[in-house]
């Protein structure tokens, strides 16, 4: 069965950065798109990019752009997210979801998500 | 990125249908089909419910259905239970990955 296991709860203080990685099974992870999302405590989700893990091609939202960098490693099925120059406004669970395979925006499997807390 | 509109919460009773309206604008909503819905409980990593505006994953009950027209899509469910007292939050596609906005997110009570 497909799985998106997600790296530890991380605490950082502001400037700094954060690294959180998504360990894909049950597919083949270079068939199928990887989104990141995150979200705020009491907030909704927010789209901040998303990788092909095929051939490392990124696509980031504009609000990241120049903050964020995902990349992979194929040999692990592993997807790593970092974002740095953390602000107290980044504290946020962060999500790898699959992308349906379909086109346009869709995520048919979730990892479990990321803590990051950033507190001085 | 703006988010896309959404009332803030709806309710129901057990057996009744809700509504729950996602509002954009041409630019996104409007102008592509690729819309999908998700539901998200307290504590719990968001679910795919419908994609493709109104296209339902196996596995998920046909009580969910998805609709659009014009700048606003919807997501409407029927015979309420317990069980769906949750967030639900819609996605939209808007023409490159720069931008990819969700709604805000409605959070269904059920009475």
């Known amino acids: 069965q497909v799985q998106l296991v997600h790296s530890g709860a991380e605490v950082k203080k502001p400037g700094a950065s954060v690294r959180v990685s998504c360990l894909a099974s049950g597919y083949t992870f270079t068939g199928h798109y990887l989104y990141w999302v995150r979200q705020a405590p009491g907030q909704g989700l927010e789209f901040m990019g998303r990788?092909?893990?095929?051939?490392?091609?990124?696509n980031y939202a504009q609000k990241f752009q120049g903050r964020v960098t995902m990349t992979r490693d194929t040999s692990i099925s592993t997807a790593y997210m970092n974002l740095n120059s953390l602000t107290s406004d980044d504290t946020a669970v962060y999500y790898c979801a699959r992308d349906c395979g379909v086109g346009g925006v869709c995520s048919d499997f979730w990892g479990q998500g990321t803590l990051v807390i950033v507190s001085a | 990125q703006s988010a896309l509109t959404q009332p803030r919460s709806v309710s129901g009773s057990p057996g009744q249908s809700v509504t729950i309206s996602c509002t954009g604008t041409i630019s996104d909503v409007g102008g592509y089909n690729s819309v999908s819905w998700y539901q998200q409980h307290p504590g719990k990593a968001p679910k795919l419910l419908i994609f493709d505006v109104s296209k339902r994953p196996s596995g998920v009950p046909d009580r969910f259905s998805g609709s659009k027209s014009g700048n606003t899509a919807s997501l409407t469910i029927s015979g309420l239970q317990a069980e769906d007292e949750a967030d639900y939050y819609c996605w939209s596609y808007a023409g490159s990955y720069i931008l990819a906005p969700f709604g805000g997110g409605t959070r269904l009570t059920v009475l």
């Open positions: 990788i092909n893990p095929n051939n490392g091609d990124t």
